[in-house]
């Protein structure tokens, strides 16, 4: 399934493990010749997406525009740019939303916030 694709995208497709022993994946296919995600052969399933992966964009557009930046460092492709980032979406949780929205200082915008990125 990886043959032909750079070392660079490679790593970043490849899946991840969490320090939980949880496996992830970010981006989850690539194309074929027309256009149609290619799924065969892939080493891990995908998980089809929800009206919840819709609010937690909402919750982290909100985050960066009252806090001035992204709730995880990514880069100019909004790729997670190291394991930590990872991580920390990965293992997301009520302590964890706790700690990283404790910058938000509206407390109307906190309360969206808090609502919007659970996971």
């Known amino acids: 399934y ?9 790593e970043k497709i490849a899946p991840k493990v969490d320090k939980r022993g949880a496996s992830y994946v970010v981006k989850t296919f690539s194309l074929d010749d027309k ?14 997406a929800t009206v919840a992966v819709d609010y937690w964009s909402l919750g982290a557009l909100l985050f960066q525009l009252v806090v001035g930046e992204p709730l995880v460092s990514s880069n100019r492709d909004d790729d997670c740019v190291n394991a930590k980032s990872m991580a920390i979406l990965a293992s997301w949780n009520d302590d964890a939303a706790r700690k990283n929205l404790a910058v938000i200082k509206d407390a109307a915008a906190w309360d969206l916030a808090s609502k919007l990125l659970v996971r």
Do not use: C, Q
């Open 35 to 48: 256009g149609a995600p290619k799924i065969d052969g892939l080493p891990y399933e995908l998980v089809k």
């Open 2 to 10: 990886f043959e032909g694709v750079d070392a660079e995208l490679r």
